[in-house]
């Protein structure tokens, strides 16, 4: 992960494109590459979203690198380490969402009285 | 990055929440959490989007955090390492944007001559 | 829609907020808004997704209503006209996917040997 | 608006797409439409973003045509008026921003004390 935040900084500053990276942008950016994504899944059932094939598998393999690169991407310029967010945001939602709870619900942890 | 995969996998299947988490489900969860990060900047100019006050970056973070969970669990779900996906990605953007070519543009790599 | 239309130019300009409104920001408001629609039906199977409960539908139609209030702003802002926009993609539509090739099938038309 | 929701109607029937139009495909496929509106702007300034040159006008003209045929498709699946549900939210935000509380000021409406 350490590696890979250096490459993408380093990438950017190569090219002068740190001028382009402000998280308003990238934030846009990351969104655009999440619905190039989500366009492979569009029109499927949820069981066939589960078995892809060759073809679709390697191009969302792709879309999920470019996700990933703009969310580190992200992360870097607003100071974020992005697996120790969500480590933090595991532990709010272990209390939020008790297994007894929710146990098979897909409700928010909002929706529950 | 394996142990919170695993944390999360976790998570899901002591909630009986696998049954949800179809790819096709956790794409469009995982766009809803990106929404939620850009709605912090969708009033901001760049300048300010990269001068967060405390208030907002703490829930940048946090919003950061979401967007990582369900990153790594769709990516887990669909048996993809995003880290490697992200450094493959950035061998592909390095030979469609080299550095001499494209320095200071911010133009897609189908829209140079 | 042209009522809706200078409603919502008023609307905008009596709380001086033009100054926000930028195209580039109207669309991430826009996608936001989009997502709180798309919130609704992340965790539905499709057969759940049309058959709503009235509570559910209520607020989808809300975020619909949302959505398109920042659609027509920002055809406003850019000078477009969203419903002749549409009928020119229709008609687009219709020489890229005929009905004989096409027949129930998903697939993108370039997709199409 | 009658006409273009009739049209769409008739465009999916014809080519038996109907089963693949259930609102959680539809949000879907609107998100991915609104992502790619999104891009033409991801890396322009605001100001750039209110000046659009001649070919990404055009570009993005048919961007929103896109945007409107998923909505209106939408919401006729779910049987909502998209026009007067835009309507309704106008109201319901005229009660939530009092021009003379928020004038110049883009926080949320829960936002203000």
Known sequence: ??????????FAK???WEQFHSPKNLVMAMSVEV??????????TQEESRNLDTETSEKVRREIGDVMVYLVR?????GVD???AAEEKV????ARYPEEKVRGSSK??????
Not at 35 to 44: C, G, N, S
Not at 74 to 78: K, Q, R, S
Not at 108 to 113: A, F
């Open 108 to 113: 928010k942890y909002n929706e529950y009285e």
């Open 91 to 94: 532990s709010i939602n272990e």
């Open 14 to 16: 190569a090219r002068d």
């Open 74 to 78: 992200l992360a870097d310029e607003l």
């Open 1 to 10: 992960m350490e590696s890979l935040k250096q490459k993408l900084r380093e």
């Open 35 to 44: 619905a190039e994504l989500m366009e492979h899944f569009q029109w499927l």
């Open 82 to 84: 992005p697996i120790a």
